[in-house]
């Protein structure tokens, strides 16, 4: 998965290429902008060095968000001097969803909301079931690498994930169902 070279443009290419969804676990994970871009800035500061000495079988993507993460849990074991900001902005939590220019103005308006009561549930989510989302649905992760960047058993992993889809279910249903009784009147008018 990771090939070394000599040239340290494409070793800084390979690692660049995380960079979106860096962004957005780090967003997940301390629920503010401006400490998210810490997070991910202080993330490639570690990774540029220490890149070189990766094995040629190391997965970059899950070694990153390893980073990422171990330098976020140890900055909330320290005490903050700065002022924290209440809330997320949800929209840089997750990564836009490529629709087809084809569709018609309503299809994109459904999407558009449909995508906006998402955005919403799993803001609503508690810290660990956001992550597990995150790192699986949208990052593509495996229960390998997910276990490994979160230090626990692949069993933990299923778990949590199960449980945070459940979560994301019960939040979800009632802003579907409310919503698909709109698209319905609209439908039969």
């Known amino acids: 998965m990771f090939s070394r070279s000599n040239g340290s443009s494409s070793e800084a290419d390979m690692l660049l ?14 629920r503010n902008r401006v400490d998210a871009e ?10 540029i060095r220490a890149v070189g000495r990766l094995r040629k079988e190391s997965n970059i993507k899950s070694w990153m968000f390893t980073i990422l993460r171990n330098i976020w849990r140890n900055q909330l074991r320290q005490p903050r001097v700065a ?8 929209d840089q939590l997750l990564p836009e969803l490529q629709t087809p220019a084809t569709k018609d103005p309503h299809s994109l ?23 597990i989302i995150l790192l699986r649905e949208f990052e593509d992760l495996s229960y390998q690498e997910i276990a ?4 626990c058993p692949i069993g933990t ?6 449980r945070a889809r459940s979560k994301l279910r019960v939040l979800l249903s009632p802003a579907l169902a409310g919503g698909n009784l709109e698209r319905n009147r609209e439908v039969d008018k």
């Open 148 to 151: 490994g960047v979160l230090n």
């Open 17 to 30: 290429e995380h960079i979106d969804g860096l962004y957005s676990y780090a967003v997940a994970l301390s």
């Open 157 to 162: 992993v299923m778990s949590r994930l199960g």
């Open 83 to 90: 002022v924290q900001m209440s809330g997320t902005d949800i």
């Open 109 to 131: 308006l459904v999407t558009s909301w449909d995508q906006q009561q998402v955005r919403h549930a799993i803001s609503q989510l508690p810290l660990e079931s956001r992550e």
């Open 38 to 47: 810490d997070l991910v800035q202080e993330t490639y500061v570690r990774a």
